[in-house]
């Protein structure tokens, strides 16, 4: 393990410094070496960072809880991923405070080209699990990735569904990876991390306390393209997940229930609300999302034969085959060009329709 992941995880001791500081020392100086590295006026002129912060980083010595994390990290193979990390989830960079610090069981692609949030209540009914296997069986062979919060109820519903149906799904918990909860849950975690993961924002030895879960809930809103809820009370973790993804800008689907199911109450209220597209066939999702084509990969790349395209713009189209999602900067260091030839046939290819602009100068190919 590197110097420079030492001072990632140090980072995330400091005093004063959370995760919305900790994105803006990264933008300023790069790596988590530089902050720890940098002098007192630098650190001061980043911006809401100030003379105590900058002070509080300047006289962090206490770097044994970092290694001793690192000792945990090695022994059971988990990933550390921080927020300037090729293969941190992209998606979250677009969210007000994305986790400084992420850690990851499994092998999933968490920047999957496609990726779905299905949450709901503890308690569900068995129309609630019907509608949840149903959804998730019409999601086989759309390379979909699938997240939940690995609770009891609808969630486990869809990543039991995932398994069954050859779909990748990661549990996104709100405690450390030292431990699984719910405890019944620990057997269905072991089956998610072989064709999957379990992801966290926080280290070993942290408890599944309350407040951890709203922390949890806006990974899980904000990994996503699109959230759906499946029964949910007016209150609770769910409705708190949906909200944070209206937040973010992302799609919000609420299976409508009996306005007197309580469990069917908060779903009912989104789309009152109109914070969620009503949900009422599962077979409805793909078509309403784009994704509904189980050939989206051969249609592209016949695209691709246009005569049109100039050498630039087919060694780009190149790159984008073997990648899910792609900053601009990857795709200047990989492929060899210069920054103006990129950005040129990115926006020829965006023109021409066979890719498709995201937040953050990312890019991926057009459905």
């Known amino acids: 393990m590197s110097s420079e992941l030492i001072y990632q995880l140090a ?11 900790a994105k803006k020392l990264y933008e300023t100086f790069g790596s988590a070496t530089e902050i720890f590295h940098a002098c007192q006026g630098d650190l001061e002129r980043v911006e809401n960072i100030g003379a105590i912060k900058a002070k509080s980083i300047r006289n962090f010595r206490n770097f044994s809880e970092a290694e001793r994390e690192i000792d945990f990290m090695t022994k059971f193979g988990i990933r550390p991923l921080s927020i300037v990390d090729k293969n941190y989830p992209q998606r979250l960079l677009n969210c007000f405070d994305p986790p400084a610090m992420l850690f990851f069981l499994g092998n999933a692609n968490l920047n999957a080209s496609r990726i779905v949030a299905i949450v709901g209540t503890r308690n569900n009914t068995e129309y609630g699990k019907h509608f949840t296997e149903e959804l998730v069986r019409s999601f086989a062979d759309r390379n979909i990735l699938v997240v939940s919060g690995l609770a009891f109820g609808i969630d486990s519903v869809a990543h039991k569904s995932s398994l069954k149906y050859g ?22 975690a072991k089956q998610i991390i072989e064709s999957g993961g379990v992801l966290t924002e926080f280290r070993s030895k942290t408890k599944p306390d309350k407040h951890n879960f709203p922390s949890r809930n806006r990974i899980v809103a904000g990994i996503s393209d699109a959230t759906i809820v499946v029964e949910s009370g007016v209150k609770g973790g769910s409705i708190i997940t949906a909200n944070l993804a209206w937040d973010y800008n992302r799609d919000v689907f609420a299976v409508p229930g009996r306005v007197t199911d309580v469990r069917s109450a908060g779903c009912n209220r989104l789309i009152k609300e109109q914070k969620a597209v009503m949900l009422d066939d599962p077979g409805e999702f793909l078509d309403i999302m784009g994704w509904d084509n189980r050939e989206i990969k051969r249609d592209v790349f016949q695209k691709m034969m246009f005569p049109e395209l100039n050498a630039d713009e ?23 060009l210069s920054s103006s030839a990129v950005a040129t046939a990115l926006l020829n290819l965006e023109m021409l329709g066979l890719l498709k602009a995201l937040p953050g100068k990312h890019f991926r190919l057009q459905d």
């Open 167 to 188: 779909i990748p799904t990661v549990g996104i918990v709100g405690h450390g990876l030292d431990t699984i909860y719910p405890r019944e849950n620990t057997g269905l």
């Open 11 to 21: 980072l995330g001791e400091v005093p004063y410094i959370g995760n919305v500081h």
């Open 314 to 336: 087919i060694r780009v189209l190149e790159f984008l085959r073997k990648q899910d999602l792609t900053a601009m900067d990857d795709l200047t260091f990989s492929s060899g």
